[in-house]
């Protein structure tokens, strides 16, 4: 028999693998007794995982959401930066994507509501493209507070800080007022975080670098959110930095550009994205805006990923689709048979 620290550790691992274990089972996969089994999960209990047990003609034990975090190694600030790193490892195309995924749905099982609330709320649109050089890093509290404000519609105000350095003699600028802003989305582009918003004093929509955020709380009224002035987030986004990094061609310039829901993950989709913009719609779905010279052009490079497809618009891409269905169809049909020699 094991000791019962790596027992443990077993017993724990299969919890987290399954929703229901019956009780006979979970004897059966560690070798020990039905009794072994009851007290190891009184054990668990102890050490704060929230273990359940139901009733049964097959009676067993799952692993359910309690009233605070089991001593994983991660206090709440911790934990929530971890599920904010995986959230975006399944939507960047990081290789670990599956991984992630994975690891996001065992943490957020076993976090207290609060936390869990948190973590839903958190909505992230990935813009890939690589980064050019290193980035500044964002605050996990920073980033939490621009999302829920976005989810919950609330009016931002935030000091700013300036791009560039204090002047020679050391001396910096008047500090400006606070901005204020109706939050939209929270965006990361080439390793950056940006919030797009409706800027109130300038009445104008405005990109801010999230790295110079410093929030003020609380926060101001609740509003209705305005309608950007582009398709989506992900064009608005590409639209704004268009020629600042010699882009031309991007996918905001072709002529032809359209959308479509993938039957892939976002990361086994991001990696072969060059232009195109992916973002994560769950673990095995996500949305894909590209563009094209032709809508031939487009509907193929669609078609290259071995899975299902959705067109979300225009029309134009679903009829290339329909257009090449038909083509592919007759290249796949049976040669007509050669005429019979004359004799």
Avoid: N
Avoid at 75 to 101: F, H, M, R, S, Y
């Amino acid at each position: 028999m094991p000791k019962t620290s790596a027992r443990l550790l077993s017993l724990l691992s299969l919890l987290q693998a399954r929703r229901d274990w019956p009780g006979a089972l979970l004897a059966e996969r560690l070798g020990i007794s039905a009794r072994t089994v009851r007290r190891d999960v009184d054990r668990l209990r102890e050490l704060g995982y929230p273990v359940v047990a139901f009733k049964g003609p097959d009676g067993g034990y799952r692993l359910d959401a309690g009233t605070a975090l089991p001593p994983l190694l991660f206090d709440d600030e911790q934990a929530v930066a971890l599920a904010v790193a995986l959230q975006i490892a399944t939507a960047t195309g990081a290789g670990i994507g599956e991984a992630a995924t994975r690891a996001l749905a065992t943490v957020r099982q076993v976090m207290p509501a609060r936390l869990r609330h948190r973590i839903d709320t958190l909505r992230i649109t990935a813009v890939e493209r690589p980064a050019a050089r290193p980035v500044p890093q964002v605050d996990s509290s920073v980033l939490m507070t621009l999302s829920a404000a976005v989810h919950a519609c609330e009016v931002l105000r935030f000091d700013y800080a300036p791009a560039s350095p204090p002047d020679a003699d050391g001396e910096s600028a008047a500090p400006a007022p606070p901005r204020r802003v109706q939050p939209h989305h929270l965006v990361a582009r080439s390793g950056r975080w940006y919030l797009v918003a409706w800027d109130l004093d300038r009445e104008d929509w405005r990109t801010f670098r999230a790295d110079r955020i410093t929030p003020r709380i609380p926060t101001g009224p609740r509003f209705c959110p305005r309608e950007l002035p582009a398709e989506d987030v992900a064009a608005f986004v590409t639209g704004r930095f268009r020629g600042s990094e010699g882009s031309e061609g991007s996918d905001g310039d072709w002529p032809c550009r359209g959308e479509v829901i993938l039957g892939l993950p976002a990361t086994a989709v991001s990696r072969h994205m060059t232009d195109g913009v992916v973002e994560a719609l769950g673990p095995d779905s996500c949305r894909l805006v590209l563009g094209s010279w032709s809508w031939a052009a487009l509907a193929a490079t669609v078609g290259r990923f071995d899975a299902d497809i959705e067109v979300v618009g225009p029309s134009e891409l679903r009829d290339a689709f329909a257009h090449l269905a038909r083509r592919y169809a007759d290249a796949a049909a049976d040669p007509p048979a050669a005429p019979s020699p004359v004799r």
